[in-house]
């Protein structure tokens, strides 16, 4: 049975990725009175993507190629080992615990820049220079949010957090937790490339991520694209499954259960994408100098939880 829960959570992610960011394209143009494309667009350009040749830059190495393979590989394991669907280790679960993750996230995304530095594209480089600056100071946040929940629950497993949120109404209501729930917002935020970070335009002024996949094309470019889309649908549904809305998420293996917060589930991803297209539709670009001032912000949060929570335990 878990190994079916396994392949359900996997195929879960994997067809709804896209149709995530689809929601959140649709969410962004309606809000600025605009028609829009459907929201179904990025199925079709994922399978238009994979009918078109692959044309590799001559001056890239076998590298260059390799690494979609590669980082798509990382997301669909970090799909099998996250609580996305269940509140309970499914069957690789107990293979890696929070930090196991959040260095896979960070390997895959390593990954990533070092193929745009292969392809010598300027603008690939330009996109991969944006996004080590500000990763060197949203790690260390993300390893602060990890440590603080792992000082709450004593332990870094997701699934464990999950239930001690769940249960114990002290922890959920407490400034620790509001604390940490902020912080991580505001990292989601930059993960996902949303306003006022990333603004995905072709203007190169706004652009970060989708720099770095511009001299992809064919299945190639399609697998960086549904990489991408995975992975924001698994730090979304870290976010809320785990830090900020952990409930009706099953802690007990019954399969009708599982199936209703499937539902469930997407519906809270699809108010997380309405709240990212308010956002986007509120605020203005940062220019790059002032991102670092957004990531104080979030690196306050996470201090401000680490210091209530040894000020309020005595030490």
């Given amino acids: 049975m878990l190994v079916f829960l396994s392949i359900l959570q996997l195929l879960y992610v994997i067809a709804l990725s896209p149709l995530a960011i689809g929601i959140l394209n649709f969410f962004d143009e309606r809000l600025s009175s605009r028609g829009g494309p459907s929201i179904f667009q990025e199925y079709y350009n994922i399978f238009k993507y994979f009918k078109k040749q692959s044309i590799y830059p001559s001056t890239a190495s076998d590298f260059f190629s390799y690494v979609p393979y590669i980082t798509f590989a990382m997301y669909l394991f970090l799909t099998l080992v996250l609580p996305i669907i269940t509140a309970f280790p499914l069957t690789f679960g107990p293979v890696v615990d929070f930090v196991g993750g959040g260095l896979v996230f960070g390997a895959a995304s390593t990954l990533i820049k070092l193929a745009s530095l292969d392809s010598k594209n300027n603008y690939s480089i330009l996109g991969a220079s944006r996004a080590s600056s ?177 000020i309020v335990n005595g030490g």
């Fill in 134 to 310: 500000i990763g060197i100071f949203t790690e260390p946040i993300i390893l602060l949010i990890f440590i603080m929940f792992g000082v709450i629950s004593g332990t870094n497993n997701p699934y464990v957090i999950n239930n001690i949120l769940q249960t114990s109404t002290s922890w959920f209501f407490s400034l620790v937790h509001l604390f940490i729930a902020i912080a991580f917002f505001f990292v989601l935020i930059i993960e996902t490339g949303q306003l006022p970070i990333e603004s995905h335009t072709p203007n190169e002024l706004g652009s970060i991520d989708s720099l770095m996949s511009q001299e992809y094309s064919g299945r190639e470019l399609a697998l960086v694209k549904w990489g991408s889309y995975a992975k924001s649908f698994i730090l979304m549904n870290v976010f809320l499954n785990v830090y900020t809305f952990p409930f009706f998420v099953p802690m007990k293996l019954n399969l009708l259960s599982v199936f209703i917060y499937m539902f469930i589930n997407f519906f809270k991803i699809t108010v997380l994408l309405a709240v990212f297209a308010i956002i986007n539709n509120i605020v203005s670009k940062y220019r790059l100098f002032k991102i670092f001032d957004y990531i104080a912000i979030a690196f306050s949060f996470a201090l401000m939880a680490m210091l209530v929570f040894y």
